[in-house]
């Protein structure tokens, strides 16, 4: 049995058959490459596979892809434009908010629900936020103060100094 | 000119990809005409195998080949690093086979694999597997392993005993614990951790019948060992023939060392079908059950002194779980890393350490961050406040009377530090250790505790303060010490880094370390900007496959720092030696007469007289105006076998809360002063310590593998395994002193256990002194509000 899903993905409408068990992280890195959105359990704790689903973070773990039909998703790989990175990105970059890189993609997403939420979070609130999202590398410090910080960008369209300098890429 | 960039906050090249969702993981990558494999696991801790049936399993939609271990032509996994280091002693040796073909020994052992079109097919198809066991009585304690009537695991190891090793005087211990004006007793247990990657581990196997080669994608920290081993004593193909590849390692923390069953699987698998690619991809509960755990040590501690502080002996007898049959070093961890270490950094004059290493019906116990040395740094740094309480003397004064003094160095500790082949001496070469104290102590205002405590009393709240003096060794290692024969790997241990210089003066690095996230394209790309005057933008560093890379012994242990980077440096300054040749001919100069400043060679006296890196680049690339016997290009590999280890100290204090109610714990504060010597990149040092401490703390209140009697794993996912999270904690307060290490030319030393090894004593320590009032003198961890509720109920009476 197929299953037919139509939804907006990064902006780009798709079409996809699946299996009825699919589920929507597996729509999206195994039917349209968008790899960027990871699993990293089973059981829905993690929180990698965060994605946006009509403007809502969503564990992609926790959603069949027919559910997603006529929904307008957002994953890791729509959040910059054609002016550059996301000011969470950014900040992640700035601030050293990742180390192996596998949550971040979750860890953004998850972060960027909070910022449309709410523009000036406390840390209290930060951490409360991404409760849903493990780090295993960062002990989650310098998440915290990247998120802080893009806050602020969103928030002034300022980014404070952070002392860290480009290194070329 | 460009801006040097060494010692700086440099933002980390990797994090443009990973920040973008561009990153590549083993289980992004798709290869053509790919298929999948799913393993069937155990779901008994000890059985008998008295068949599988897999017919049915065949005709199920998709399978394209299913698999037992009497398919499997291989031999068992490697086990590299036994106990060693006195003759004589045994090494009862039991290692996996791919899958297993008698019995199985833990839950989680794979008895079967399936190859299917997709995972989906694959893993329905492990259901319609029959596999008949004869259920066996199990046992998952390592001390009760060892005892009188408890099941047994393996012919070759009576009492379940993997090994009976011992370091140190144990008659002039015995001496000096029996003088001792105090002896303090405590058993320890030291739990077992799940280390938890946010990336499982995963691999594609690709077998190509026309050169008769295997490549495979592999999740690890080591691709070179991992293609010796396989090549060597796993599957009998010539290592030339192997090719390993490890692209972006989701972490690691040690899981990913090791030789694992999936990889002669999808080897095998990809062979049988001809040379389709396979698949594995290890889900969670899977790699609970599966992959290494941490840990895992019953100890007996006995602390002897004086009433003035001094502790004179240090008596230790640990049980160490290696689980149902052993992973690749798991019996180098409790013995080398951990008993040679056990004084940490104070100068006790006795220690002796037993280590029984155990078989039980667990999965296999490894290096999980820190290695040995948390275990460690927990035994003495508990024993430190035991023996101060039992004395009645201030905890940190205790630990300042009984310090490696700074000119105490070099220090050969007494259990043994100092063995290795030839005579070689491994020693304590550095250390600073009272100002790092100092400087926490003041930071968490250890001065004004007592008049906190009876603040956060009257808001219902027991305030415990506890610290954790650490000493590291990094570098693992010189190879005439670990490797030498019966105490390490039976391998050599240094580093290696090659340099490229284009025709258009570009750089390519290519290291035989593998960065699990560490930042290694960034550090490198710093050094090297320095050594070689040419911006970070100029540079590429490469690793992660055995194809293009020099041989590399890989990340862990801390080594990357102070191994790779001397590697690296020393291939600079080859480069930059034939630059500065070439130089000198292009000059119409003598060699010696030709200066050096970042990327400007020129003649001693007239800096205008010059030709630049990438202008050499260009000619000697070209070659046509080569001097006789000049070879073209500049192109440098260098190896680098580090003289000693390094050893970073300091000291962490944590402030914890424990609420009267509840038995909840709060870590309010931590602090950690840190010496790591100098710093390649300040910013990804502090990303490690937050790592590492985090790590730390979760052992000591939250995370614990938990197996019933019968071996079943309790904390089988992440639902029941409790992994920090970000609300639990506070912000960690870091700070510095800077000893260079003396071994390496930049003078670093290593950060990427530290953090984890400091952390688990500061805050158990912390937490029973907060139970003090309750007359408690020692809980094991993880100090649970359960756990800690119910000690408070039990004593309740001595309530001061």
């Not at chain 2, 580093?495 to 035989?512: D, F, Q, Y």
Request: hydrophobic residues 40%; charged residues 20%; glycine residues 10%.
């Amino acid at each position: 049995m197929v299953a037919h899903v139509s939804l907006t993905v990064n902006g780009k409408p798709r079409e996809v058959d699946v299996e009825p068990r699919r589920l929507l992280v597996q729509l999206l890195r195994e039917d349209l490459d968008l790899t960027g959105t990871h699993v990293g359990c089973d059981t829905s704790q993690c929180g990698a596979c965060t994605v946006h689903v009509d403007g809502k973070a969503v564990k992609s773990c926790t959603m069949l892809a027919v559910q997603a039909d006529g929904t307008t998703v957002t994953t890791i790989e729509g959040m910059a434009t054609a002016e550059g990175l996301h000011p969470l990105q950014a900040a992640f970059w700035e601030h050293h908010g990742l180390q192996c890189g596998f949550c971040t993609p979750g860890m953004i997403m998850a972060a960027a629900d909070l910022l449309a939420r709410t523009t000036e979070p406390t840390d209290a609130e930060i951490r409360h936020a991404i409760e849903g999202n493990f780090c295993r590398c960062t002990g989650y410090q310098n998440i915290v103060t990247a998120i802080r910080a893009a806050a602020v960008v969103m928030r002034t369209g300022v980014a404070a100094p952070s002392g860290a300098v480009q290194g070329g890429m | 000119m460009a801006i040097d960039m060494l010692g700086k906050r440099v933002k980390r090249v990797e994090d443009q990809r990973l920040i973008s969702g561009a990153g590549r993981y083993v289980d992004d990558i798709k290869l053509q005409s790919m298929a999948h494999c799913a393993i069937l696991r155990s779901p008994y801790a000890h059985a008998l195998i008295r068949g599988i049936d897999t017919s049915k399993a065949r005709l199920m939609p998709g399978v394209l080949d299913v698999m037992i271990g009497a398919d499997i032509p291989y031999n068992p996994l490697p086990m590299a690093w036994p106990a060693g280091g006195s003759a004589g002693l045994r090494n009862n040796v039991n290692t996996p086979r791919a899958l297993a073909t008698d019995s199985v020994k833990w839950t989680g052992e794979g008895v079967a694999a399936v190859i299917a079109e997709t995972p989906e097919q694959a893993l329905d198809a492990l259901e319609a597997i029959v596999v008949g066991y004869d259920p066996l009585p199990a046992v998952v304690d390592a001390e009760k392993a060892t005892l009188a009537g408890a099941p047994q695991l393996h012919e070759n190891a009576p009492n379940n005993i993997v090994f009976e090793w011992a370091v140190g005087d144990k008659a002039g211990t015995a001496a000096a614990v029996d003088a001792a004006d105090v002896v303090v007793r405590q058993r320890l247990v030291n739990q077992r951790l799940i280390p938890n990657p946010m990336e499982t581990r995963g691999d594609i196997g690709l077998y190509n019948p026309g050169t008769d080669e295997y490549t495979i994608w592999m999740s690890s920290q080591t691709p070179h060992i991992q293609r010796l081993l396989l090549a060597a004593f796993v599957m009998g193909v010539p290592e030339h023939k192997i090719r390993c590849i490890s692209p972006d390692v989701g972490g690691a923390f040690g899981t990913k060392i090791f030789t694992y069953a999936d990889y002669p699987i999808v080897l095998l698998a990809s062979k049988r079908l001809g040379g389709r690619p396979v698949k594995w991809i290890e889900g969670r509960r899977e790699n609970y059950q599966a992959t290494i755990h941490g840990r895992d040590h019953i100890t007996y501690l006995e602390v002897a002194g004086k009433r003035d502080g001094e502790v004179t002996a240090i008596r230790v007898k640990t049980f160490a779980n290696l689980g149902g049959r052993l992973s690749t070093i798991g019996p180098g961890i409790p013995t080398t890393l951990y008993a040679r270490v056990l004084s940490g950094c104070y100068r006790i004059p006795h220690v002796y350490a037993e280590v029984v290493g155990v078989y039980t019906n667990t999965v296999f116990v490894d290096a999980y961050r820190g290695a040995g040395r948390p275990e460690a740094t927990y035994v003495i740094e508990r024993a430190m406040d035991l023996f101060a309480n039992e004395i009645g003397m201030d905890r940190a004064e205790v630990r300042r009377r009984n310090f490696i003094a700074p000119e105490g160095f070099p220090y050969e500790n007494p259990s043994g530090l100092g063995t290795a082949s030839g005579g070689a001496k491994i020693y304590i070469d550095s250390g600073n250790y009272e100002p790092a104290m100092d400087k926490a102590l003041e930071m968490a205002g250890y001065a004004g505790i007592e008049k906190a405590k009876a603040a956060a009393r009257a808001r219902g709240k027991y305030l415990g303060i506890g610290q954790s003096s650490y000493l590291e060794v990094c570098g693992v290692a010189p190879s005439k010490w670990i490797g030498a024969v019966g105490e390490g790997w039976g391998a050599a241990m240094w580093e290696s880094a090659n340099i490229k210089v284009h025709l258009t003066g570009k750089v390519v690095i290519t290291m035989g370390t593998q960065p699990q996230g560490q930042g290694h394209e960034t550090t490198y790309a710093q050094i090297i900007g320095h050594e070689l005057g040419i911006p970070m933008e100029d540079i590429v560093v490469q690793h992660s496959d055995t194809q293009g890379t020099p041989f590399g012994y890989g990340s862990y242990g801390s080594r990357t720092s102070s191994v790779g980077s001397t590697a690296a440096i020393k291939a600079a300054a080859k480069i930059r030696e034939k630059a500065r040749r070439y130089a000198a001919h292009m000059l119409e100069a003598s060699v010696e007469d030709i200066e050096v400043e970042g990327a400007n060679y020129f003649v001693k006296g007239s800096p205008e007289v010059k030709k630049t890196f990438q202008e050499i680049a260009f000619a000697l690339d070209l070659a046509f105006d080569a001097p006789e016997g000049m070879e073209p290009y500049l192109d440098e590999t260098a190896y680098y076998d580090t003289p000693n280890c390094t050893w970073p100290f300091g000291t962490h204090v944590a402030l914890v809360e424990v609420d009267e109610a509840t038995g909840q714990v709060e870590l309010v504060r931590y602090v950690a002063v840190d010496d790591v010597g100098n710093k390649i990149n300040p910013m990804i040092v502090d990303g490690q310590l937050h790592g590492g401490i985090v790590q730390g703390v979760g052992q000591a209140l939250w995370e614990g593998a938990v197996y019933s009697d019968d071996g079943q794993l309790l904390s089988g996912s992440m639902l029941d395994y409790a992994i920090p999270r970000a609300s639990w904690l506070p912000t960690l307060e870091l700070d510095e002193t800077v000893t260079p290490s003396p071994v390496n030319p930049l003078g670093v030393k290593g950060v990427g256990e530290a953090g984890a090894i400091a952390s688990t004593a500061a805050v158990a320590n912390a937490v029973n002194d907060a139970l003090k009032p309750f007359g408690v003198k020692h809980l094991d961890m993880p100090l649970t509000p359960q756990v800690v509720w119910k000690a408070m109920q039990s004593t309740k009476g001595a309530q001061a």
